[in-house]
């Protein structure tokens, strides 16, 4: 599967964004989705993590209450959605899918990523 994530910009403390996660051919419903990101300087880390059917999902500490991860089926897209943004959520942010067994929140467990999209959060 290929993945291609857009959605990001620069957006003031407190705005929303949504990002989303396209992917190409009909299996995207058969891998679970998830989100990363990498600040400058800093190691990818874990934002977000959906299942296959959608019915459960997983978030870092940092971003509950705030984001929301969803997924379309049907239109092989994957979401983000960012709400009450700070100024510790400027990264790039990555998609990433995988058959994996069970739901997982480690980088190394998804093998197919997209190239990112810049999220920047200014005070």
């Known amino acids: 599967v290929q993945l291609q994530a857009s959605g990001g910009g620069s957006v003031q403390t407190g705005d929303s964004l949504r990002l989303s996660c396209a992917a190409s051919?009909?299996?995207?419903?058969?891998?679970?989705m998830a989100w990363f990101r990498q600040a400058p300087g800093k190691e990818r880390e874990f934002v977000a993590a959906?299942?296959?059917?959608?019915?459960?999902?997983k978030k870092a500490d940092s971003v509950k209450g705030r984001f929301v991860i969803s997924r379309d089926n049907a239109q092989s897209t994957g979401y983000l959605q960012m709400n009450g943004l700070k100024p510790e959520d400027t990264a790039v942010y990555y998609c990433a899918a995988d058959y994996v067994r069970s739901l997982s929140t480690l980088a190394d467990a998804y093998a197919y990523w997209g190239q990112g999209t810049l999220v920047t959060v200014s005070s």
């Open positions: 051919g009909r299996t995207f419903r058969l891998y679970h």
């Open positions: 959906i299942s296959r059917s959608g019915t459960s999902t």
